[in-house]
C-alpha cells in the first residue's frame, strides 16, 4: 500500500484518492482504446468526449447555461492577467481591480502594461487582512470590466459577497476557490482558474466565458491569446494539455458525485472552522493573519508566537504525516490550504495536532 500523506500545499495541491486510482486504472488502456489519454490524437472521438464532458459537468455543477463556454487553455493564470486586458481594455477605456493580495497586484500591473487601470480598492497598508467592503470600492460606471480575485491564496482572505458593478462586467480570478462553495456564476461575464488547486494537475487553466464577450475579441490579437477561436474549436484549437483535462473531467465527476455545490461548501466550511477553532480557542498562542469577516475557508493563514516554534511545528507536523504548512515568505508563519480535496479527517488531525503542539509549548 502506498504511503500518502495529510497534504497541505497550496497548489499543486491534494487530489482525492479515488480519482488518483481511476486514472491509475485506466492508465494503460482508456476505457477500451488499448492506449492511455497520453498517447491518443486530440482529434479523436474519444477525446472530443473527455472536453464536452468536462465543459458540460463544469456548466452543470457551477449551474450556468449556453450563453457560456468553458475553455481549457495553457499559460496558468498568469496568463489571463494579460490576456484579459490584451482583449477588453481597448483604448480610451480604462478597467477597475480590487487589489487584494499578492496576485490580485500581479493582475493589475499586469493589465498596467497593457492599457489604463485603476485601483478601486488597495489594503496593502493593511497587509492585505481584510477585504474591502462594497461601500469602499472606487468603481468607475465607464470601466471597461471590473477584476476581483474571490480567493487571496497567500494571504488567506476570501470574499463573501459578489460586488455590485451596475451593468459593468465582472471578472474574476478564482484559482484558490473555483467550485467550492455555491454562488451565483451567473453573476461574472469570465471567471478563470489554473486547475492545480481545486480542479485537477497543473498545466490547465480554466476560462468560463460569456459567448457574448467573444464578439469583443480583436482578430488582430496573435491567434494563440483569441478566446473566440478557442471557443469555435471547442478547445482544440491547437493541441491542448490533455492529460489534465481528463483529470479535470474525472475531478468534476468526483464533485458531482460528492453532492455537487451545497455539498461540498458545506463540507469545506465544517473542515475550516475545525481549523480556525483550533486558532480561536489558543489564548493567542496561534494568530490568524485574516479577519474573521474576510477569512478563507480555502488557505488557513496563521503565526506561532516565534519563528522558532514556527519551525518547529512544521518538523513535528512533517513527523505525523502533516505536509505542505509553511506560509508564504511574504506573510510568514503557517497557511494550511485545504481545497476540496483535502479530507474532513485531515483537517480534524491537524486540529488536533495544533492543540496538542500548543499544550506542549504554550
Ligand atoms: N491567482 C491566484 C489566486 C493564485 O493562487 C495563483 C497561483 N498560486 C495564480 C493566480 C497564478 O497561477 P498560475 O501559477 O497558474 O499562473
Known amino acids: 500500500m502506498a504511503k500518502r500523506v495529510f497534504n497541505f500545499n497550496p497548489g499543486p495541491s491534494t487530489l482525492p484518492l479515488s480519482v488518483l486510482q481511476e486514472a491509475q486504472n485506466e492508465l494503460i488502456d482508456y476505457r477500451g482504446c488499448g492506449m492511455s489519454v497520453m498517447e491518443m490524437s486530440h482529434r479523436s472521438k474519444d477525446f472530443e468526449a473527455i472536453v464536452h464532458s468536462a465543459e458540460n459537468t463544469f456548466k452543470e455543477l457551477a449551474g450556468i447555461g449556453d450563453d457560456y463556454r468553458v475553455l481549457f487553455l ?4 498568469s496568463l489571463q492577467f494579460d490576456m484579459i486586458p490584451m482583449t477588453f481594455l481597448q483604448e ?13 497586484e ?3 500591473k499586469e493589465a498596467k502594461k497593457i492599457g489604463t487601470v485603476k485601483a478601486a480598492a488597495n489594503l496593502a497598508e493593511e497587509n492585505h487582512r481584510r477585504i474591502p467592503q462594497q461601500d469602499e470600492l472606487e468603481l468607475d460606471p465607464s470601466a471597461a470590466y471590473v477584476h476581483i480575485t474571490t480567493n487571496n491564496t497567500i494571504f488567506g482572505t476570501q470574499w463573501h459577497y459578489t460586488p455590485q458593478t451596475n451593468g459593468v462586467p465582472l471578472v474574476a480570478d478564482m484559482s484558490s476557490d473555483i467550485l467550492s462553495r455555491p454562488m451565483d456564476y451567473n453573476q461574472y461575464d469570465l471567471i478563470y482558474a489554473g486547475a492545480q488547486k481545486n480542479l485537477g494537475p497543473s ?4 476560462v468560463v466565458i460569456r459567448q457574448e464577450l467573444l464578439k469583443q475579441v480583436p482578430e488582430t490579437l496573435p491567434s494563440m491569446l483569441r478566446y473566440d477561436l478557442f471557443a469555435k ?3 482544440l484549437y491547437n ?19 460528492a453532492g455537487g455545490l451545497e455539498a461540498m461548501g458545506r463540507h469545506n466550511m465544517e473542515k475550516a472552522a475545525l481549523i480556525y477553532h483550533a486558532i480561536d480557542n489558543s489564548n493567542g498562542f496561534y494568530s490568524g493573519h485574516a479577519a474573521k469577516d474576510s477569512r478563507s475557508q480555502m488557505n488557513i493563514t ?7 516554534l514556527d519551525k518547529a511545528f512544521i518538523q513535528e507536523a512533517a513527523a505525523q504525516n502533516l505536509t505542505g504548512l509553511k506560509g508564504h515568505r511574504s506573510v510568514g508563519g503557517m497557511r494550511a490550504s485545504v481545497y476540496n480535496a483535502m479530507s474532513r479527517e485531515g483537517c480534524q488531525k491537524l ?4 492543540t496538542e503542539f500548543q499544550k506542549k509549548n504554550g
Open 74 to 77: 495553457q499559460g496558468g493564470a
Open 92 to 104: 480610451g477605456k480604462s478597467a477597475d481591480y480590487v487589489v487584494t493580495g499578492s496576485f490580485a
Open 106 to 108: 500581479k493582475a493589475y
Open 203 to 206: 498545466g490547465v487553466t480554466v
Open 233 to 235: 474549436n471547442d478547445s
Open 239 to 257: 493541441t491542448p494539455p490533455a492529460f489534465g483535462i481528463y483529470m479535470i473531467d474525472l475531478m468534476l465527476e468526483w464533485l458531482k458525485d
Open 302 to 308: 496563521f503565526r506561532l508566537p516565534s519563528e522558532e
Open 351 to 354: 486540529a488536533d495536532f495544533m
